[in-house]
């Protein structure tokens, strides 16, 4: 299942994956310095998309605007967003941070299950 393939790969994302931006990432103070120093290096580390950091309140929403087409749009997308939810979890120390809501452009899954589990809490609606 394509976005099964997405979600594995997302959900195994550490620093080393995104090499010296990853590492510097390690030494930022808080989720949103590291969020916006990956969104700053982005042009030059990948090309698969843009990462937008947007706050209202104590409310956070992290957008992921890809620029790769269908089929492989939405395996990436999944892949990118697993990959925030485990890379913000693991520099934050917190393998339970409350991730609220995720959507995705791109139709369900056959199998949305793993989606649900990594997101936990979130209500994952494709």
Not at 25 to 52: K, V, W
Not at 102 to 109: I, K, L, N, S, Y
Request: with cysteine; glycine share 8%; proline share 5%.
């Amino acid at each position: 299942q394509a976005g099964d393939i997405g979600v594995c790969i997302g959900s195994n994302f550490k620093p080393g994956t995104f090499g010296l931006v990853g590492f510097a990432c390690m030494f930022c103070e808080t989720l949103r310095q590291a969020i916006q120093l990956n969104s700053h290096y982005q042009p030059i580390t990948q090309q698969f998309g843009t990462t937008t950091l947007e706050e209202s309140g104590d409310k956070a929403s992290l957008c992921w605007q890809s620029s790769i087409d269908e089929p492989c749009g939405a395996v990436i997308d999944q892949a990118v967003m697993a990959g925030y939810a485990s890379f913000g979890r693991w520099l934050a120390w917190n393998p339970h941070l409350t991730i609220e809501r995720v959507e995705f452009a791109h139709p369900e899954p056959q199998r949305i299950e793993q989606i649900q589990t990594l997101f936990a809490s979130a209500r994952a609606r494709a």
